[in-house]
């Protein structure tokens, strides 16, 4: 765009799992695309990212910290981005402790990212 804004495009794709995933299973896989802004300063860039996934997999099963055990922990499944274009929500489920499972992100970062 300019010489310190920079536009950016990308792929993101990966799958964490206990077993190993096999060179031809890609089926496991999950995917996001997304568009990003850098402003380049003499500290670095700072980052600006919006990312949307392209697949939901199952919900992990998270570690509960009181027990020390796994478990399954509710999860409010919003079909939208940011609260666009999705569905109605549940009030029930926005007012419980389920953890939000968002199909967009965004992110802010200064520096690079790897």
Known sequence: LTERLVLAAFVDYGQVTQGRIGPDDVSTLLW??????????PIGPIRLDFARRLRRGRPPPLLSVESG??????????????????????????????????????????????
């Open 69 to 114: 055990s796994v478990t399954n922990v509710p999860y409010w499944v919003d079909d939208s981005c940011f609260g666009f274009g999705g569905s109605n929500p549940n009030p029930a489920m926005m007012l419980s402790t389920a953890v939000k499972d968002n199909l967009c992100v965004f992110h802010i970062a200064i520096g690079e990212a790897f």
């Open 32 to 41: 996001a695309v997304g568009l990003g802004l850098r402003y380049r300063t």
